[in-house]
């Protein structure tokens, strides 16, 4: 009687080795849109939590709205940094930045 079914490999595949991290950002993305992105994400992150919130009560709901008015402290700090942009000595980090970049 013939088999079927191949027998399995001896051992496992090896795995390649994971070297730096799962995520990355692209080092052309400029500093506005990192910061709009950023901003975006947060606006996303504190409305979840407040929905959240709604739906839980005592100490889960403190610790969902807790989140919530964070995201909301760092999206202000995040909209406040994209103000500055303009400025003449943000320009020139930027170009600094820019040329760096370009050199690499």
Do not use: C, W, Y
């Amino acid at each position: 009687m013939s088999k079927i079914v191949p027998d399995p490999p001896a051992s496992e595949p090896q795995q390649p080795e994971r070297k730096g991290s799962l995520f990355t950002v692209s080092p052309n993305i400029n500093t506005e849109t990192l910061l709009a992105n950023a901003s975006e994400d947060l606006l996303s992150i504190s409305a979840i939590a407040a929905d959240l919130a709604d739906g839980v009560d005592g100490s889960r709901r403190s610790k969902a709205l807790a989140l919530s008015r964070m995201a909301d402290g760092v999206h202000l700090l995040v909209e406040r940094a994209l103000d500055h942009l303009d400025e003449p000595e943000m320009a020139a980090i930027f170009t600094r930045q820019q040329n760096q970049t370009a050199d690499a």
